[in-house]
């Protein structure tokens, strides 16, 4: 069993929908919860990050962690069709987010 | 903006050729990886490296090198390609500091090996 588990996509929704993107894992070492998005032939890019439990927001996108049911999630609000991209979470157990434990991703498409 | 440059967006190689793929980042950064990404296996630690010199092994190192001769300058290398090494591969740069050490990444090198 993997270490982290992605809800698998695809996902399509229409524009201004809200989007649920969802990841649980098994490592209760984690501390570091991460989000990042990754546009066609292009590399990750980190949306944001959390620290422990707690939600965490910015803009339009709000990260929530609950470690004791080992379950992250990333809601997008007024999802916009330049929202079009894969995202991967990743956790650490430690500051070094090179190390991170990553996700395999949920392709999103919002529709015009 | 941090850039991290990989030199080669797609790269085919025959099995059993030496190849190297190429990273630069212009941020004085001390750390950096390199990873493979497959669909269903996500992203997988290779090797990295904190300092000039200096090398780790990641997850999944067999059949891969790497060198840090320069800081900005981090280089994988297949010693003898196989089919299974297809895949895109990830370059990423990140600053040691307090709190989290962000990950910035290159765009990919997608290497096909016939």
């Known amino acids: 069993q993997k270490e982290v588990e992605q809800d698998p996509g695809p996902l399509s929704v229409p524009e201004g929908a809200i989007v649920s993107l969802n990841c649980t894992y098994s490592n209760s070492a984690f501390q570091y919860f991460m989000w990042y998005r990754q546009y066609s032939r292009k590399g990750p890019e980190l949306l944001m990050y959390?620290?422990?439990?707690g939600n965490k927001e910015d803009g339009r996108f709000t990260a929530q962690v609950d470690k004791s049911s080992k379950y992250i999630s990333l809601f997008i609000r007024d999802s916009q069709p330049s929202d079009s991209a894969t995202y991967l979470c990743?956790?650490?157990?430690?500051?070094?987010?090179?190390?991170?434990?990553f996700g395999d991703g949920t392709t999103l498409t919002v529709k015009p | 903006d941090v850039k991290v440059t990989q030199s080669s967006r797609y790269l085919v190689k025959r099995t059993g050729e030496k190849v190297f793929l190429e990273c630069v980042q212009d941020m004085d950064h001390e750390n950096m990886f390199w990873y493979r990404q497959d669909p269903g296996l996500g992203l997988r630690l290779i090797y990295f490296?904190?300092?000039?010199?200096?090398?780790e092994k990641g997850d999944i190192p067999e059949g891969y090198s790497v060198s840090r001769e320069k800081k900005e300058r981090f280089s994988l290398i297949l010693e003898s390609a196989s089919t299974n090494q297809t895949s895109m591969y990830l370059c990423?740069?990140?600053?040691?500091?307090?709190?989290?050490?962000?990950?910035?990444f290159g765009s990919g090198t997608q290497l096909s090996v016939l």
């Open positions: 959390t620290y422990s439990s």
């Open positions: 990743a956790m650490s157990a430690e500051r070094s987010a090179g190390k991170s434990t």
């Open positions: 990423a740069s990140s600053l040691g500091g307090t709190g989290l050490e962000k990950l910035f």
């Open positions: 490296s904190y300092d000039v010199k200096m090398k």
